[in-house]
């Protein structure tokens, strides 16, 4: 789990019962944390405001984390998505179309290439997931792109009906959920065409979502929501404590979750 400021790391190693603080050194805020493995991960984080932005990484399960020289320093880094130890993305940028950035290393961060979208897109990107080497899902609000060669090319995807998608869940290159809304938009063959389930409540707003397999999933949002479902969105188990808004959540299996939330 990471903060909303000063760059510290949560890490538990007995499924939650007990967390420990980390420091990563970072002078903000960590916003994701992708691990490929007990050992070696990736923070991505920054500031856009104060002009900041950064990747680091660990290899001793975030006893230490290096900072990582990236190509756009001053963008804020909203997601990271490896496929492996070595072959990653990272996406951010700057709002109100000042700059975006993807950002590619197929050597554990020594060295990134920078991708473009097309057409070319301006501002800050949201969430990137990437089914395997070559195909994988990019957002910024409503906008979707779509890779097929590793990012070499992004290509506009209309996904319907829009919504601004706070995330993208990928199990196959085929099978993508979007999250947005209160809906779940679905195709299950690589965005030729799409459907949707949405949970009950009108007032609901996804921050995040997490599914252990196609069908079960946990939806998160405003003012503590929770939805569950164990047969793909059809049906709805809502809780509403009425605490913080849910900003994150992880399905480890249909019925262990973890969520996190904004204070």
């Not at 164990?230 to 399905?251: K, Y």
Request: glycine share 14%; proline share 3%.
């Amino acid at each position: 789990a990471g903060s909303n400021g000063g760059g510290q790391i949560l890490y538990s190693a007995n499924s939650g019962a007990n967390w420990t603080m980390q420091s990563t050194g970072a002078p903000n805020a960590i916003y994701d944390i992708d691990m490929e493995n007990s050992l070696t991960g990736y923070a991505t984080g920054g500031n856009a405001f104060a002009g900041t932005g950064y990747c680091y990484k660990t290899t001793n399960s975030g006893l230490n984390w290096t900072l990582l020289t990236i190509p756009t320093p001053n963008y804020q880094m909203n997601t990271a998505d490896f496929i492996d130890e070595n072959t990653g993305w990272i996406v951010g940028g700057l709002p109100f179309n000042s700059g975006s950035e993807i950002s590619k290393t197929t050597n554990g961060g020594l060295t990134w290439a920078s991708q473009v979208t097309t057409p070319a897109y301006l501002s800050a990107f949201g969430q990137i997931a990437m089914a395997d080497a070559n195909t994988g899902y990019l957002s910024s609000g409503s906008n979707v792109w779509k890779t097929t060669n590793g990012g070499t090319n992004w290509n506009v995807m209309t996904v319907t009906p829009s919504a601004s998608f706070n995330k993208i869940q990928i199990f196959s290159a085929s099978d993508v959920y979007f999250g947005g809304g209160r809906n779940v938009v679905k195709t299950t063959n690589g965005g030729v065409s799409f459907s949707f389930v949405s949970v009950p409540s009108l007032l609901a707003s996804c921050f995040d979502m997490d599914w252990s397999d196609m069908n079960n999933g946990t939806f998160v949002g405003t003012q503590g929501y929770t939805a569950k479902t164990s047969d793909g969105g059809i049906t709805w188990t809502e809780r509403n404590p009425g605490s913080s808004t849910l900003t994150g959540v992880s399905m480890v299996t249909k019925d262990t979750v973890f969520t996190v939330c904004d204070r």
